[in-house]
């Protein structure tokens, strides 16, 4: 069967950069008036520089944005095809080295890194044959991060790209020898790139487009079931359950809370009013008269906060503790988590302990990795 993105197929399994340039503005200009409307080549510019024999450069074919300059670090969102002799090409999302700008607004929205992952997720379970063909970063613009080492390990021959743009690479195919496989993850991806520009399908195409659509939607929001959940909580003491509103997030918590840990544990809620003397602890209002004390007005004295009563009761306990944040996206976690987070490290090389700064007593002012807490949170 034929595919409007044959041309481009070609390309990716030739294995080689003869006529580079010129095969690409072919099968560029062959998607207009044939896939996408004839006005949407004003979304893209190609960048295809001709490379054979450097040693000093990536070679690449770049879909990027019209508004980059014709030569130099371009930035943005781009479609991009890395060739490598004798091996397909690879496939590739990338933020151009210049940054985000013109496509801060794309990049930035959690819609679009979600599709991504799911594109990816749906191409190894279709087309991995049990390997990994397909890999996303979590947050496109962490520009910080590189592909991780396993997949460089795993796909070696791609080296000279990720040592160049490795940190750039948001969401990656790997061809295999099946080029349906390489049709789907162009379908997939370049459909996605045009529509975040504007630009849908024709309509004549419409039925191929929706149901490569269909395919990848159903990993957008994979499924999570009580036993993984409890799993990772095993091995990284911490949870985040995160989905759309009436999903079952914080049922499911409690379903934990009440049948796995005996309900031994306890539920609060963030909200934009959450402080770190919740979570933590500080100090707090007392009004005199209470334990004996004269006179009128206030007094202020330690109080622990959700995290500290937690420590102190699961550290004289035999039994794992679960402390359950409900709408924990609600608050400003920079703030109320302040050094607590220092313990959040799944797997640290050495026992963690973080003491609060405030005079709380002894049974409150610390809490350690210690193995008995775990903290499963909904948002």
């Not at 990993?219 to 003491?237: A, G, N, S, W, Y």
């Not at 079952?248 to 796995?260: E, P, S, V």
């Not at 959450?274 to 005199?288: H, K, R």
Request: charge should be neutral.
């Amino acid at each position: 069967m034929t595919s409007i993105f044959d041309p481009l197929v070609d390309i990716v399994h030739s294995g080689t950069l003869d006529s580079w340039k010129d095969r690409n503005e072919t099968a560029l200009a062959g998607l207009f008036g044939t896939r996408y409307a004839k006005r949407a080549d004003k979304a893209v510019a190609l960048r295809a520089p001709d490379m054979r024999g450097s040693d000093s450069g990536v070679p690449y074919a770049a879909y990027i944005h019209p508004s980059n300059a014709d030569s130099g670090a371009y930035g943005g969102m781009s479609f991009v095809i890395f060739p490598i002799e004798g091996e397909p090409c690879l496939i590739a999302m990338v933020i151009g080295t210049q940054g985000l700008v013109p496509d801060e607004a794309i990049l930035g929205r959690p819609g679009h890194a979600r599709k991504i992952q799911a594109v990816a997720t749906w191409l190894n379970h279709r087309f991995g044959a049990g390997d990994q063909v397909a890999w996303a970063k979590q947050d496109p613009t962490r520009i910080d991060i590189d592909v991780p080492d396993s997949i460089q390990h795993a796909w070696s021959a791609y080296e000279r790209v990720f040592k160049r743009y490795g940190r750039v690479l948001y969401g990656v195919y790997r061809p295999t020898g099946d080029r349906a496989g390489t049709v789907a993850a162009l379908t997939a991806i370049l459909d996605l790139m045009f529509e975040e520009r504007g630009h849908t399908p024709l309509k004549e195409i419409e039925a191929d487009s929706t149901a490569t659509q269909s395919a990848w939607f159903s990993h957008l929001m994979p499924k999570t079931d009580k036993d993984q959940v409890i799993e990772l909580l095993k091995t990284r003491r911490f949870v985040i359950l995160q989905g759309p509103p009436g999903t079952g997030k914080t049922r499911m918590a409690r379903q934990i809370l009440a049948q796995h840990y005996g309900g031994f544990g306890r539920s609060v809620q963030f909200h934009p009013s959450t402080t770190y003397e919740n979570f933590i602890g500080g100090l707090a209002p007392l009004q005199n008269g209470t334990g004996g004390e004269q006179g009128l007005g206030f007094r202020f004295a330690p109080k622990p906060g959700y995290l500290l009563e937690a420590a102190a009761q699961a550290a004289g306990a035999q039994q794992p503790y679960l402390l359950h944040i409900d709408e924990i996206n609600r608050a400003d976690l920079g703030k109320i988590l302040g050094e607590a987070i220092y313990l959040f490290e799944p797997n640290p090389e050495s026992r963690r302990k973080s003491i609060s700064p405030t005079t709380l007593g002894s049974r409150f002012t610390s809490v350690s990795t210690c193995p008995k807490i775990s903290t499963c949170s909904a948002r």
